[in-house]
């Protein structure tokens, strides 16, 4: 349309309710996807080894649980989150959409249906404790979930019974999920806004000084590359139809044209 001489673009409103359909759009595509490429009884196997496997860097779980089921991990994840938010009533902005996309994708690697709830949890006490709403520290939660792997690595290689591995694992997660939200607040002030990844620089310290205090109990946890090759035709076809849908879908949404 034309205002005052000038060519005013009319940008086409989405409804919250649209975008939750966008975001489980593409969490079940993963799903789909990894049940085209094994047998649900793989995939189930595959699940529960990906699942108790620890997760040092780099655990590439196409490795690990095999295609299918590293695909069901993270479309489950990503489908797990988009349910939590949508019931707690969070709108859709930039920040929901990076925390349910990054979420989806280190489940892939590190992230698993099984390790994230302990870190989520510690979120929802330190909500309880200052008597504020879980929908206001919810998306801290799930950026937060990049302590999850420390969980895992806990309750599965620690040389302790095993009631004692799953109650440290357990208690870290928490630990680190309770003071994320006032931790991520104040590291705003270390690096003035000039780190994308606030969430993740906070869940950095909250590791290094874990890692720290383990070392100093003996515990020295030892890197590790799992990597899988061999699979670039198939994922580049999933990822080219992927980016084409949201190539597609963008300029539908902005009226057909790719103007402004």
């Not at 079940?28 to 189930?44: E, K």
């Not at 035709?233 to 790719?258: E, H, R, T, V, Y």
Request: aromatic share 14%; proline share 3%; charged share 10%.
């Amino acid at each position: 349309m034309m205002e005052n001489g000038r060519i005013v673009i009319e940008k086409r409103g989405i409804s919250n309710k649209f975008k939750y359909k966008i975001l489980s759009g593409y969490a079940l595509y993963m799903v789909i996807f990894g049940f085209l490429m094994d047998s649900p009884s793989q995939i189930l196997k595959g699940l529960l080894k990906i699942t108790m496997t620890p997760d040092l860097l780099i655990t590439d779980y196409i490795s690990v649980g095999g295609m299918g089921a590293a695909f069901v991990n993270a479309g489950l994840l990503a489908l797990a989150f988009t349910l939590m938010i949508y019931m707690l009533g969070v709108d859709v902005n930039g920040l929901a959409v990076v925390a349910i996309s990054l979420a989806g994708g280190f489940a892939m690697f590190g992230k698993n249906i099984f390790n994230v709830w302990f870190v989520l949890l510690g979120v929802l006490l330190y909500c309880k404790f200052e008597k504020e709403p879980f929908k206001n520290h919810v998306l801290i939660g799930i950026l937060g979930t990049a302590m999850a792997p420390m969980v895992t690595q806990l309750m599965f290689t620690t040389g302790h019974g095993t009631m004692q591995r799953f109650a440290l694992g357990a208690a870290a997660g928490i630990l680190s999920g309770f003071i994320l939200p006032p931790l991520s607040s104040y590291l705003l002030r270390v690096h003035q806004g000039y780190n994308l990844y606030n969430v993740g620089f906070a869940a950095g310290v909250i590791g290094t000084v874990m890692v720290s205090v383990f070392k100093s109990y003996g515990f020295l946890p030892e890197s590790r590359v799992i990597w899988s090759t061999g699979n670039n035709l198939i994922l580049g076809i999933w990822l080219g139809i992927m980016f084409f849908s949201m190539l597609a879908l963008g300029w539908w949404l902005n009226g057909k044209s790719f103007k402004g």
